[in-house]
């Protein structure tokens, strides 16, 4: 991994959280984001992103792009791109190195008119568990326990996105517990590609069923993980908790994981997903 450069003199140099950010961008491209961006054309802090009125105009974008006017589709594809791009670095970061980089006043954004985000986080800025040699960067907090780290990790997400649901709260027919509960759907499928990444589907499926059901979440019932062995192999699925209205476009249909199919076609999908039958 490379180095944090410290310019003090006679400071040994220290991985820090920009260095774990890109070492998760370089262990899986899925969970990757800019480390270290300086500000350039197109891309803005993210706090301006809901009053820069591109978030109205991806909505647009990708209405043209599936052909579809319903809103309640656009949204929650709009909300799914988000909810991946902003929390997968984050959680990659939590999950692999026990890091947690701070979003507020830290992360630049670049959208896209396709729905996609561009994430850059400026600075080595975050938390860590108290004995990792990053708690000495001046603004890096240690704090005591993976349950405190974890809880962090759950307030810089709830804090990335609070602008964006409550924008689309306004602009679509969702209310923000259910936008809310998209995301927390979203996050739970970060975590489990991050097992798949780390080669242990089960520890990451816990640590994301204890991540999404710390009190307090902006949403009532969390997603949960359902982990399936068929043939010697095995694979991790989050029963979500929401549907993504992908069904509703030309030709859609419902999802493995769809909290609208009974609970036995549900297994059955997913069964059939792990089997290579679909």
């Known amino acids: 991994m490379a180095l944090s450069e410290l310019t003090t003199a006679g400071i040994a140099p220290v991985p820090g959280i920009l260095d774990t950010l890109r070492e998760v961008a370089a262990r899986d491209r899925f969970l990757s984001a800019l480390a270290g961006h300086q500000a350039g054309e197109g891309w803005m802090p993210l706090e301006d992103l809901p009053t820069s009125g591109m978030v109205e105009r991806q909505m647009v974008g990708l209405g043209e792009s599936y052909g579809t006017r319903d ?87 709830v804090e990335a996105h609070e602008p964006l649901v409550a924008l689309l709260g306004r602009v679509t027919p969702f209310s923000t517990r259910t936008l809310w509960r998209m995301l927390a759907d979203r996050w739970g499928e970060v975590c489990a590609w991050v097992g798949t990444v780390m080669g242990d589907p089960q520890g990451c499926a ?13 949403w009532r019932r969390p997603p949960s993980f359902v982990y399936l062995e068929h043939a010697g192999r095995g694979r991790t699925f989050l029963a979500r908790a929401t549907c993504c209205c992908s069904y509703r476009l030309p030709g859609g249909a419902k999802c493995s994981t769809c909290p609208l199919l009974p609970e036995e076609e549900r297994m059955a999908k997913m069964l059939a997903a792990l089997e290579g039958s679909e």
Do not use: H
């Open 71 to 157: 809103r309640r589709v656009i949204a929650s594809m709009l909300v799914l791109r988000y909810g991946w791009y902003l929390a997968a670095p984050l959680i990659g970061s939590y999950m692999l190195e026990g890091k947690v980089p701070r979003t507020t006043g830290n992360v630049e954004v670049q959208p896209c008119p396709d729905g996609t985000l561009l994430v850059a986080f400026l600075r080595d800025a975050g938390a860590v568990i108290e004995g990792d040699p990053a708690e000495s960067l001046p603004e890096v907090v240690a704090v005591g326990s993976r349950e405190e780290l974890r809880a962090g990790l759950r307030r810089e997400l």
């Open 206 to 218: 816990l640590e994301g069923q204890r991540l999404l059901e710390l009190p307090g979440a902006p």
